[in-house]
Nanobody, 120 residues
Framework: VQLQASGGGLVQPGGSLRLSCQAS????????MGWYRQAPGKQRELVAVASRDGSTNYGDSVKGRFTISRDNIKNTIYLQMNSLKPEETAVFYC???????????????WGQGTLVTVSS
């Protein structure tokens, strides 16, 4: 199983950016998918999670500005980020809870991280 994240880059304060993350490989079922981020010198924190049934959960600091969505056919999640702030410069990691084969248990898989820099 691999998670491939994309969409990071440089954006000005107040700007928007959209991240994508696709799970691929041997996959029987995908459950929760989401995003975490880690700013320099800080702990990794939850950004947003989307369950298979479509329910979502957001970190308090991004509510109302970020939107997570997923395409269950493509095993892909998206994170639309609006009104970005300089202090949100961080590496964003996608993750997914996946059952690779029908007889496997569920495991958490992580993408390689994509850097989002918010700066003028």
């Amino acid at each position: 199983v691999q998670l491939q994240a994309s969409g990071g880059g440089l954006v000005q304060p107040g700007g928007s950016l959209r991240l994508s993350c696709q799970a691929s490989g041997i996959i029987y079922s995908v459950h929760d998918m989401g995003w975490y981020r880690q700013a320099p010198g800080k702990q990794r924190e939850l950004v947003a999670v989307a369950s298979r049934d479509g329910s979502t959960n957001y970190g308090d600091s991004v509510k109302g500005r970020f939107t997570i969505s997923r395409d269950n056919i493509k095993n892909t999640i998206y994170l639309q980020m609006n009104s970005l702030k300089p202090e949100e410069t961080a590496v964003f990691y996608c993750y997914a809870r996946i059952r690779p084969r029908i007889w496997d248990g569920m495991s958490d898989y992580w993408g390689q991280g994509t850097l989002v820099t918010v700066s003028s």
